[in-house]
Each structure stands twice: as structure tokens, then as C-alpha cells.
């Protein structure tokens, strides 16, 4: 599947771990975007969209369902 810089891509919701001691969450998939959260070594994320090389997840905390994107590079997928 290959697609051009910035083009929104629909992709199977897959289970990810984050592989980066901290992991910054950001508004849009820009360095430039606000961060809005932090995410810790470990933690399992669902990708839901992706574009470039920015992914567009959701996680789960404290009971509330959240939502952000993230560089590619610092998540690994989750066997099936």
C-alpha cells in the first residue's frame, strides 16, 4: 500500500506497543501540532488511520477512550 506524503490512509484497526521511553501525542500528524498527551514504554495503542509517516491512534485511560497521533517509528505491531 503506498501513498502520497500527507494522504490520509484507512487501515485495519491493529494493536500497537509503544517502544519509546516516552512517546509525545500531538493534535495532527505534524512535529509542529500541539502536544497533548505522553505515552510510556509499553503501553498498548490501536492504529486507526495513518498518513506519511504519522499514525492517528486511540488507547484507553483511566476509563475515558483518547485519541492523538504519533510518529510510526517509536510503535511496533502486535501479533495478531
Not at 494493536?15 to 512535529?31: F, H, I
Not at 505515552?39 to 483518547?66: A, D, F, P, Y
Request: charged residues 20%.
Amino acid at each position: 500500500l503506498q501513498a502520497k506524503e500527507g494522504s490520509l490512509i484507512n487501515v485495519e484497526a491493529k494493536l500497537s506497543v509503544v517502544s519509546c521511553k516516552r512517546l509525545l501525542v500531538r493534535s495532527g500528524p505534524s512535529r509542529e501540532a500541539d502536544q497533548i498527551n505522553v505515552l510510556n514504554s509499553g503501553e498498548i495503542v490501536t492504529i486507526i488511520h495513518q498518513t506519511g509517516r504519522w499514525s492517528q491512534i486511540t488507547w484507553e485511560k483511566n476509563g475515558l477512550i483518547m485519541s492523538g497521533w504519533v510518529y510510526n517509528r517509536y510503535l511496533n505491531a502486535l501479533a495478531n
